[in-house]
């Protein structure tokens, strides 16, 4: 009985709007009493005060009850809780990749769908993420850090937190969010779990897992013979790579990731560094193996430019042909953009020795390519990147007409 009188405790903003329900349900009562007595003009009058009533009790009772257990909600709470189950009722994406082509890509898919799985590449070894692997022994959390703040429910207030860089003292070049990382897998002991619990505490939508939990160090065969040791090291190459692996060899990678492409109705790769952002995920065994055996139809998403000493000089050809020489014919489709570029942006990166990636779609074809998806996926506010929004809505939209369809 105690628990029941819990509901009059003051201040819960509950005992006004059971009292309207109640108002509402007496004066129901009363219009039957009226129809009686023929009445027929109050009855109207008095039904439709009693519908009103109980209606608006109803609404801001439960209204109050949803605010007082999701109180972080902003808006409708009725709202936010039918987004959810709406997101949760979109498909099932695994993204494969690292940097921030991965991050963008998933800002926009969560809008969609909320059964997104970020599987990302451990092989950074530079800035805060290096001196952390180096001095802790931990993997390195940068990209996976991006990854969830990009998934974030309410990501401005939480990027501002996990992307604030320390300037000064020891602490100088690290960032919030890889500290945090850092902190939580002291406390849980595993890497991966220390993921899962960052994202617990951004409420993002879908989960982030590293492509292994195996510490491994990314290591390049250029075509002149000379090898390159450290993903930091890719970007001042001078001569074209021929491939990359990793060291030490044998590195596996987590069942929950084969679960997600294993049950994925779509897998995306890129968009991201080809040599240092997307391959290295290929490399880790059970990656390739779950592709292979899943159904999902696997799209890749095509850098919109060259990458300075990575992949000076490659067309959208080159792309997927080191695509297949690390990992086999495993893409279905490319999606590409059409979109015209800004001169005065296009001069600047020209400037660097970058070059839009050309793109042959008979090439690709040949190269196994079911079909190359063409769109106006350009963000040119400041530079030349994908546009989060636009990638997602051609992403959608092609799942949709080409896939769902069919099944």
Known sequence: MKKYLLWLYPGLKIKRYILLIIAGILSFAWGFHLIVENRRLYV????????????????????????????????????????????????????????????????????????????????????????????????????????????????????SLLQFRFTEGDLAGHSMGNLLLAALWKINGNFSQAVFSLGQILKVRGVVYPSTED?????????????????????????????????????????????????????????????????????VKGVVESIRKSRAPVLYVMNIMTEKGETAGFTAHDHLQAIIEHAGPIVDYVLVNNESF??????KYQREGQQPVTVNEKLLKKLGVKKVIKAPVLDQKQYLRHDSEKLARVIISFYRKEIAEKV
């Open 44 to 159: 109207l009058i008095v039904f439709g005060i009693s519908v009103f009533l109980i209606a608006y009790g109803f609404k801001k009772l439960l209204n109050s009850v949803l605010k007082s257990l999701y109180p972080d909600e902003r808006g409708n709470v009725i709202e936010e809780l039918y987004l959810r189950k709406k997101l949760l009722r979109g498909p099932k994406i695994a993204v494969i990749g690292g940097g921030t082509g991965l991050a963008t890509l998933l800002r926009g898919l969560k809008h969609y769908t909320s059964n997104i799985t970020a599987i990302v590449t451990v092989a950074d070894d530079g800035g805060s993420s290096g001196r952390l692997r180096e001095e802790m022994g931990m993997l390195p959390p940068g990209d996976l850090r991006n990854c969830l703040v990009a998934l974030a429910d309410k990501e401005s207030l939480m990027e």
């Open 215 to 283: 510490k491994v160090v990314l290591r390049g065969i250029l075509v002149n013979g000379d090898e390159v040791v450290g993903e930091s090291r890719f970007r001042e190459v001078a001569v074209p790579i021929k491939r990359v692996y990793l060291h030490p060899p044998g590195a596996k990678t987590l069942p929950e990731v084969e679960k997600a492409l294993l049950e994925a109705d779509l897998i995306i790769l890129g968009p991201g560094s080809l040599f240092t952002s997307i391959i290295p995920n290929l490399l």
């Open 342 to 347: 800004a001169d005065h942006l296009l001069a």
